[in-house]
């Protein structure tokens, strides 16, 4: 049983490692330090994948001491360096004397403190050679921070890849956060920070973004954990995002002991059971505003195909105040008329986006609401929430081809989509 952290001795009491009962733990500066875990589920698999080493301190009269008081003790780099390898030391002694099956251990490493030190690289691989651990279990969180000397980083991160490590960046999408970080370090994993999830809950555009981030990650080739999942929402958030995996109270919370967690598995089967991620609650119901207008709007569509009258047909949308305008295009997806705009919708229109305001001469047959129209051609299209460049405003379209004999049409319908509004409306 290792008493001290391998390659170092204990400074004082920094450093000094003790075993309470069943578990190891440490001191520092007169505090006592303990791990515990917090699991990380995928939600695929339905169950922890892997568990996050997080300090625990205690002061001298039994009273706790907040982690982000105790990481504000070390004055110098060197003594922060000092108190990360205690942790580090400590963590992985104690996440190798419980089973844990295949899981990973995810240990965080001040980033700016490692390059400004330059220590001895070989601290971990003697860590890992000391307890046991394969290195393909580790995953080193390098926390997103600023960082002088990205090159030495890089080194550091090198050294990590050539043990067997994973990397991931931790509190992606807070501070100092940029796409730089992903692109130089090629993490294995990328972990978003909690406020971009918790806002994620509350907005239908800070959804789409998350959305939009997680898949552009994944394009980069890292697998995503969104972190501070503390509510439903906030997990059905985390699914209709295509996260990967998930961390955050709602789900559990740090122990010291680390557990499968089985009654997770049924958790996450209700949240993924009947699709309930495609409606989150703070969005609306099922949808029965949007499926009446779509009624009308097939009626528009059949209308213009008998009467080939279009701006008749276009009219008889009107009525809703959710109208923006429509507009008909031809197969190659050339606006074949002028935009017609609902009157009511006509009076907001900005003045600042005239020159855009103009559908004449335009091709829109990059748009999904145009090939998806020609792909499925009679079958009525409902868009995602999108950015018009017609109006710098988000919208969805509905769109339908019409057959006219001897050529087929699109027409076309935008709906307003703001925030207010749309609770009424699921997207197709």
């Given at each position: 049983?290792?008493?001290?952290?391998?390659?170092?001795?204990?400074?004082?009491?920094a450093?000094?490692?003790?075993?309470?009962?069943?578990?190891i733990?440490?001191?520092?500066?007169?505090?006592?330090?303990?791990?515990?875990?917090?699991?990380?589920?995928?939600?695929?698999h339905?169950?922890?994948?892997?568990?996050?080493?997080?300090v625990?301190?205690?002061?001298?009269?039994?009273?706790?001491?907040?982690?982000?008081?105790?990481?504000?003790?070390?004055?110098?780099?060197?003594?922060?360096?000092?108190?990360?390898?205690?942790?580090?030391?400590?963590?992985?002694?104690?996440?190798?004397?419980?089973?844990?099956?295949?899981?990973?251990?995810?240990?965080n490493?001040?980033?700016?403190?490692?390059?400004?030190?330059?220590?001895?690289?070989?601290?971990?691989?003697?860590?890992?050679?000391?307890c046991?651990?394969?290195?393909?279990?580790?995953?080193?969180?390098?926390?997103?921070?600023?960082?002088?000397d990205p090159?030495?980083?890089?080194?550091?991160?090198?050294h990590?890849?050539?043990?067997?490590?994973?990397?991931?960046?931790?509190?992606?999408?807070?501070?100092?956060s940029?796409?730089?970080?992903?692109w130089?370090?090629?993490?294995?994993?990328?972990?978003?920070?909690r406020?971009?999830?918790?806002?994620?809950?509350?907005?239908?555009?800070?959804?789409?973004?998350?959305?939009?981030?997680?898949?552009?990650?994944?394009?980069?080739?890292s697998?995503?954990?969104?972190?501070?999942?503390?509510?439903?929402?906030?997990?059905?958030?985390a699914i209709?995002?295509?996260?990967?995996?998930?961390?955050g109270?709602?789900?559990?919370?740090?122990?010291?002991l680390?557990?499968?967690?089985?009654?997770?598995?049924?958790r996450?089967?209700?949240?993924?059971?009947?699709?309930?991620?495609?409606?989150?609650?703070?969005?609306?119901?099922?949808?029965?505003d949007?499926?009446?207008?779509?009624?009308?709007?097939?009626?528009a569509?059949?209308?213009?195909?008998?009467?080939r009258?279009?701006?008749?047909?276009?009219?008889?949308?009107?009525?809703?105040?959710?109208?923006?305008?429509?507009?008909?295009?031809?197969?190659?997806?050339?606006?074949?008329?002028?935009?017609?705009?609902?009157?009511?919708?006509?009076?907001?229109?900005?003045?600042?986006?005239?020159?855009?305001?103009?559908?004449?001469?335009?091709?829109?047959?990059?748009?999904?609401y145009?090939?998806?129209?020609?792909q499925?051609?009679?079958?009525?299209?409902i868009?995602?929430?999108?950015?018009?460049?017609a109006?710098?405003?988000?919208?969805?379209t509905?769109?339908?081809?019409?057959?006219?004999?001897?050529?087929?049409?699109?027409?076309?319908?935008?709906?307003?989509?703001?925030?207010?509004?749309?609770?009424?409306?699921v997207?197709?």
């Open positions: 049983m290792i008493a001290t952290a391998p390659g170092r001795q204990p400074e004082g009491q450093g000094r490692l003790t075993i309470p009962g069943s578990a733990g440490a001191r520092y500066l007169g505090r006592a330090l303990s791990s515990h875990f917090q699991p990380i589920f995928s939600i695929a339905r169950r922890a994948v892997g568990f996050e080493g997080l625990r301190a205690q002061r001298g009269d039994g009273r706790p001491e907040p982690p982000a008081e105790l990481l504000s003790l070390p004055q110098t780099g060197r003594e922060m360096l000092e108190l990360d390898r205690i942790c580090r030391s400590l963590h992985m002694q104690n996440f190798v004397r419980q089973h844990s099956d295949d899981a990973w251990l995810f240990l490493l001040n980033s700016q403190c490692l390059v400004r030190e330059r220590p001895d690289i070989g601290f971990t691989r003697k860590l890992l050679d000391h046991g651990l394969p290195a393909r279990r580790l995953v080193i969180e390098i926390i997103e921070n600023r960082v002088d090159a030495r980083l890089q080194q550091f991160i090198g990590f890849r050539q043990l067997g490590c994973l990397i991931a960046i931790d509190d992606f999408g807070a501070g100092h940029n796409f730089d970080r992903v130089e370090l090629e993490p294995d994993i990328v972990k978003i920070d406020g971009l999830v918790r806002r994620a809950a509350g907005s239908r555009r800070v959804e789409r973004i998350l959305t939009g981030l997680v898949a552009l990650i994944h394009e980069a080739g697998l995503v954990v969104l972190e501070g999942v503390e509510t439903e929402e906030e997990a059905l958030v209709a995002a295509n996260a990967d995996m998930v961390q109270y709602f789900l559990a919370r740090p122990q010291p680390v557990s499968p967690h089985r009654e997770v598995t049924g996450i089967d209700r949240l993924l059971r009947g699709r309930q991620w495609q409606r989150p609650r703070h969005h609306g119901g099922p949808g029965e949007l499926q009446l207008f779509e009624g009308q709007f097939r009626q569509v059949e209308d213009y195909s008998r009467y009258r279009f701006e008749q047909s276009g009219a008889r949308l009107f009525a809703d105040p959710r109208v923006v305008r429509c507009y008909l295009l031809d197969e190659a997806g050339y606006q074949m008329t002028r935009n017609l705009y609902a009157p009511h919708y006509r009076q907001r229109l900005n003045p600042r986006f005239t020159p855009l305001l103009c559908g004449g001469n335009a091709n829109w047959s990059h748009k999904h145009h090939y998806r129209a020609l499925e051609a009679g079958k009525t299209q868009s995602q929430p999108y950015l018009s460049v109006d710098s405003r988000m919208c969805i509905l769109s339908q081809t019409v057959n006219t004999g001897d050529r087929l049409q699109v027409f076309c319908c935008d709906l307003d989509w703001q925030e207010p509004q749309a609770a009424g409306f997207a197709c």
